[in-house]
């Protein structure tokens, strides 16, 4: 493998509350070594001085690191779409996007950008060949292991989504996905936006592809994780979900009435 990472990589990762957790997550990141490789942390002001410690890590690593620190609160969704932007308009290919809660295995990451030759999308999966199939060696509580499973199944039965994790948010992606997919278009400015990803990826034919991940719990800190997110995801997608079967109406009648005029 010589020439994957030829063109610059950049890992995004929104942070609220995690000072605690981001120089670990940092240090192994750059353990990597990966080629042309970046960070950028959204931080929105975080109380507990997360971007203070992300501004002394990217001292620490030559300015590897560059922080955008939001004015208050606004949201998951509205982070990614502020730092896929920032990252692409910097020139980055390959982006990579990852909690700062030490719950992805960092040591996927480069098997996940080989597999970036194949795909537009490579998701982290914590689902491999069923709703209920989790990756063996999860330490996940079963309360959280049942919420996620249950909100994969209602999101894919709604949306018509094929990926098993819909609502994974460890993922490789191409930088022409975010080119096209038009990210100020999109609905969700919380947790939401990883199934609404995964379902405008979709609809828009870009191949997306599963890595199975042992998922763990976060040791330190709060998840976020909550029965809202689940329900917010589905409100949105029915919301998606309406509005393309209605473009599509829309489009086969303008089809017929072009054939019967001629």
Same mark, same amino acid.
């Given at each position: 493998?010589?020439?994957?990472?030829?063109?610059?990589?950049?890992?995004?990762?929104? &942070?609220?509350?995690?000072?605690?957790?981001?120089?670990?997550?940092?240090?192994?990141?750059?353990?990597?070594?990966?080629?042309?490789?970046?960070?950028?942390?959204?931080?929105?002001?975080?109380?507990?001085? &997360?971007?203070?410690?992300?501004?002394?890590?990217?001292?620490?690593?030559?300015?590897?690191?560059?922080?955008?620190?939001?004015?208050?609160?606004?949201?998951?969704? &509205?982070?990614?779409?502020?730092?896929?932007?920032? @990252?692409?308009?910097?020139?980055?290919?390959?982006?990579?996007?990852?909690? @700062?809660?030490?719950?992805?295995?960092?040591?996927?990451?480069?098997?996940?950008?080989?597999?970036?030759? &194949?795909?537009?999308?490579?998701?982290?999966?914590?689902?491999?060949?069923?709703?209920?199939?989790?990756?063996?060696?999860?330490?996940?509580?079963?309360?959280?292991?049942?919420?996620?499973?249950?909100?994969?199944?209602?999101?894919?039965?709604?949306?018509?989504?094929?990926?098993?994790?819909?609502?994974?948010?460890?993922? @490789?992606?191409?930088?022409?996905?975010?080119?096209?997919?038009?990210?100020?278009?999109?609905?969700?400015?919380?947790?939401?936006?990883?199934?609404?990803? @995964?379902?405008?990826?979709?609809?828009?034919?870009?191949?997306?592809?599963?890595?199975?991940?042992?998922?763990?719990?976060?040791?330190?800190?709060?998840?976020?994780?909550?029965?809202?997110?689940?329900?917010?995801?589905?409100?949105?997608?029915?919301?998606?979900?309406?509005?393309?079967?209605?473009?599509?109406?829309?489009?086969?009648?303008?089809?017929?009435?072009?054939?019967?005029?001629?």
């Amino acid at each position: 493998m010589t020439d994957q990472y030829s063109n610059k990589i950049t890992a995004i990762i929104p &942070t609220y509350n995690e000072a605690s957790n981001l120089s670990k997550l940092v240090d192994q990141l750059f353990e990597l070594n990966l080629p042309n490789f970046d960070i950028l942390i959204i931080d929105d002001n975080s109380p507990d001085k &997360t971007a203070k410690v992300a501004e002394n890590l990217s001292s620490q690593y030559g300015g590897k690191i560059e922080i955008i620190v939001r004015p208050q609160k606004a949201g998951l969704g &509205t982070a990614y779409k502020q730092g896929f932007a920032h @990252a692409v308009k910097s020139g980055s290919k390959h982006l990579i996007q990852l909690d @700062a809660d030490l719950s992805h295995p960092i040591s996927e990451i480069p098997i996940m950008l080989e597999k970036l030759k &194949t795909a537009d999308v490579v998701v982290g999966s914590r689902y491999t060949d069923s709703f209920w199939h989790f990756k063996s060696g999860s330490d996940w509580p079963l309360h959280r292991r049942l919420l996620s499973s249950i909100g994969n199944l209602a999101i894919r039965l709604i949306s018509g989504i094929e990926v098993h994790d819909t609502t994974s948010g460890f993922k @490789a992606i191409r930088n022409n996905v975010i080119r096209n997919i038009k990210l100020e278009d999109f609905i969700c400015k919380g947790f939401g936006f990883q199934a609404e990803m @995964a379902f405008k990826c979709q609809s828009k034919g870009y191949k997306a592809i599963e890595h199975p991940i042992r998922f763990v719990n976060r040791r330190k800190g709060y998840s976020k994780m909550s029965t809202f997110i689940i329900a917010e995801s589905i409100w949105v997608l029915i919301r998606l979900r309406i509005s393309q079967m209605k473009k599509s109406v829309f489009l086969s009648k303008k089809l017929r009435n072009r054939i019967f005029s001629d």
